[in-house]
């Protein structure tokens, strides 16, 4: 997922399992969150979604981030509803 693209390039969207597409996109972030007291919750469906795989993943990576400077707080991933076609993201800054 460390690939990044150059230029403006159209959507590339495809069918994609979502759960293992939210698990390979946070796994890489994972160590690091967890080292700064990030809880990461995880649910999701695992349905597949016709979405661009790369922008999703790096979406995911970029939330982590945010919340790891932040040194604590959480970030949770949840698929709402039968289907799994839609993602709630909710990040929790870490109390004071």
Do not use: N
Not at 12 to 19: G, I, K
Not at 30 to 37: F, K, N, S, V
């Amino acid at each position: 997922m460390r690939a990044s693209r150059a230029g403006t390039q159209q959507l590339q969207r495809e069918p994609v399992a979502l759960a293992a597409l939210v698990d390979e996109a946070l796994l890489e972030h994972r160590p690091g969150a967890l080292a700064r007291g990030v809880a990461l919750e995880v649910e999701v469906d695992d349905a597949v979604v016709h979405v661009d795989r790369f922008l999703l993943a790096r979406a995911l990576g970029t939330f982590v981030q945010v919340v790891a400077r932040r040194h604590g707080g959480s970030l949770q991933v949840r698929s709402p509803g039968p289907g799994g076609t839609r993602l709630d993201i909710d990040c929790a800054a870490a109390a004071s």
